[in-house]
């Protein structure tokens, strides 16, 4: 199993090129069922991204761009009147998809972007009082450029809360875009791209990576860095608790990837700083002094780290 998760990560590596890390980090929240909000300019290859992963696992992909006209019923589904069989009809929406693209998220209304927390939520939409799930497993990618402002709509709390991670892509250096030409000179990775999971074997992944053990002292750690943010002084609103089992299951995720059945404190360390930080809210004085990545970062420094964790405890 680890050694196909190996290759899902080295087969959509060869469609991104110089992106392992980022790729690392799509796996885990594959496996943990987590939505991925990424942030980065134009032609950095977040759509490709979500294409690849979509074709590894042999699921559907639907792309939907948001505009300031675009309606929750255009994302979610409707209900109609169909002159020839004189019923009432329901037409699902584009939600109903394994790989969700939601590209530049931020240039829809806060009423479009409300029709997500449902389905990001509860994996079911609801048109007209009737509740569809979704497929599984279902994942929304969204995208927006962190720099153009003009036109869009900042992400309230409580929809950046329900995001897993937040990536972004960067440029690629000059030897990887020297690669990323080279290889796409006379050829389009993408079209040439096969499966490597079904999607039956990834609900498995995501049911067996919740048996990773967590020791105490590990998770006493985890609720220290959790608790820290809450109290901090450059906080007006720390990490939930959904936040909490975001890291607990992006701990486990990691662990799993390494082909270890605990959790061990480096693997909190190394997906914190995705998994945290879009879900601070700084006070204006912490506004002036910091960034939400940089206070995260200055806490995991200072978070006294357990001496042993669960990897003696068999």
Known sequence: MIRALEQLQKTIGGVLVGKEALVENIMIALICRGHILMEDVPGTGKTMLAKALAKSIKGTFRRIQFTPDILPSDITGINFFNPKTQQFETRPGPVMTHILLADEINRATPRAQSSLLEVMEERQVTIEGRTLPVPKPFIVIATQNPIESSGTFALPEAQMDRFFMRLHTGYPSLAEEKRMI?????????????????LETILELQAKVREIRLDESVEDYLLRIIQATRTHEWTASGVSPRGTLALMRGAQARAFLNSRDYVVPEDIKAVAPYILPHRLVLSMDGELHTTKEKLIADLLDKVDVPVESGARRQ
């Open 182 to 198: 080279r290889l796409y000179r006379e050829q389009d990775p993408l079209e040439h791209l096969e499966p490597v999971f079904t």
